[in-house]
C-alpha cells in the first residue's frame, strides 16, 4: 500500500514473524528490525519488500507507522525508550502499534511519552497463537483513539480477523488479560477432563470428540486437543509468556479490587510447569501437571 509507505515492525519471533509475512502478502511494504539477526536476514531473503534497520530508532526513521510485537513490559520500554529507541525518532505523523502483550499501565506510559513528543499510540494485543498469526486470523483488541484505529484498520485487516477498538489507551491491555484467564482456565479444565476421563478407562480421543459437540466445545479443544493427546507441546504460545500474563492479570485484578481466585489457582499451576524445567513449551503443557497430580498419563495402561 504505497499511501501509507514503508510500515515498520520490530520483533520477529514466533508470532511476530508470520504477522510480518501478511503484511507483506497484503501488499504492505517493511522495514523490520529484531533482537536478533538471524530472523530479520531470513525474513529479508524471503521477502522482496522487506528492508533490515540497524535499530528502532532508524526503523521510525523510515517508517511513520511502526508495529512492535514483543514477549514483556520490560522489552517494550526498552525499544522505545532504550539507546537508539523509538521515541528519538519519533514525532509529529507518527504512530506505534504495540501488539505486545503488556501491563497496561505501561501502554499508557508509552502512549503519554510518545503523546508528548507529537506522535501516537495504539495497544493492540492479539488473540489466535501461532496458527493464528500465519492464518491472519488473529482476534485484535485495541486501545486508543478512534482515528489511530481508522488510520491502521488496513494493517489490522492484513493480520486478524476479528477487530475491535475496545477503548482508551490501555483498554486493549486490560481486554488480553481477560482473554489470558479465560484460556488458562480453558487449559486446566480441559487436562482436568482429559485425565480424569482417561483414568477411569475411556479412550481420551472419545472424549475431545464428545466435548467439541456440545457446551464444552472450545477453541482449546479444537486446536490443542489433538496435540494434548499426543502429548506434542511445540511452543505456539509458551508456558512462560502465559505465566507473565497471568502475572499482569492478578496485578491489574489488585489495582481493581477483584478477586480472581481461580486465575490465581491456574497461575500456580502453570509455576509448576515451569518448575518441572517445561516453561518453553507450549502452555498446553499444563496437561503435565495434572497428569503428575493423578500420578497417570494420557496412553498408559488404566
Known amino acids: 500500500m504505497a ?7 520490530i520483533g520477529l519471533g514466533i508470532m511476530g514473524r508470520p504477522m510480518a509475512r501478511n503484511l507483506a502478502k497484503a501488499g504492505f511494504g517493511l ?6 539477526r538471524g530472523p530479520v536476514d531470513e525474513l529479508v531473503a524471503e521477502v522482496p519488500a522487506a528492508e533490515a534497520a540497524a535499530s528502532p530508532a532508524e526503523v521510525a526513521a523510515r517508517a511513520k507507522i511502526v508495529i512492535t510485537m514483543l514477549p514483556d513490559s520490560p522489552d517494550v520500554r526498552a525499544v522505545v525508550f532504550g539507546a537508539d529507541g523509538l521515541a528519538e525518532a519519533m514525532g509529529e505523523g507518527h504512530l506505534l502499534v504495540d501488539m505486545s502483550t503488556i501491563a497496561p499501565a505501561t501502554a499508557v506510559e508509552v502512549g503519554g511519552a510518545l503523546a508528548a513528543r507529537g506522535a501516537r499510540a495504539l495497544d493492540a494485543p492479539v488473540s489466535g497463537g501461532d496458527k493464528g498469526a500465519i492464518a491472519g486470523t488473529l482476534s485484535i483488541m485495541i486501545g486508543g483513539a478512534a482515528e489511530d484505529v481508522e488510520r491502521a484498520r488496513p494493517l489490522f485487516a492484513a493480520m486478524g480477523k476479528t477487530i475491535v477498538h475496545v477503548g482508551g489507551p ?3 491491555q486490560t481486554v488480553k488479560a481477560c482473554n489470558q484467564i479465560v484460556v488458562a482456565l480453558n487449559y486446566a ?3 482436568e477432563a482429559l485425565v480424569l476421563g482417561a483414568k477411569a478407562g475411556v479412550e481420551p480421543a472419545k472424549i475431545v470428540e464428545v466435548l ?26 509458551r508456558v512462560n509468556l502465559h505465566r507473565k500474563d497471568l502475572g499482569i492479570a492478578l496485578a491489574t485484578a489488585k489495582e481493581q479490587g477483584v478477586p480472581l481466585a481461580a486465575t490465581a489457582l491456574v497461575s500456580q499451576l502453570y509455576d509448576a510447569v515451569a518448575a518441572a524445567g517445561h516453561g518453553d513449551l ?3 503443557a ?13 496412553g498408559s495402561e488404566a
Not at 3 to 9: A, R
Open 212 to 237: 467439541s459437540g456440545g457446551l464444552a466445545a472450545s477453541r482449546v479443544l479444537e486446536l490443542r486437543g489433538p496435540t494434548m493427546l499426543k502429548h506434542d507441546f511445540a511452543p505456539g504460545f
Open 282 to 284: 507450549d502452555h498446553s
Open 31 to 36: 522495514v523490520v528490525h529484531s533482537r536478533s
Open 286 to 298: 499444563l496437561l503435565t501437571v495434572v497428569e503428575g497430580l493423578a500420578g497417570y498419563e494420557l
Open 170 to 172: 490501555g483498554a486493549g
Open 3 to 9: 499511501e501509507m509507505g514503508q510500515i515498520g515492525f
Open 189 to 191: 479444565a480441559v487436562s
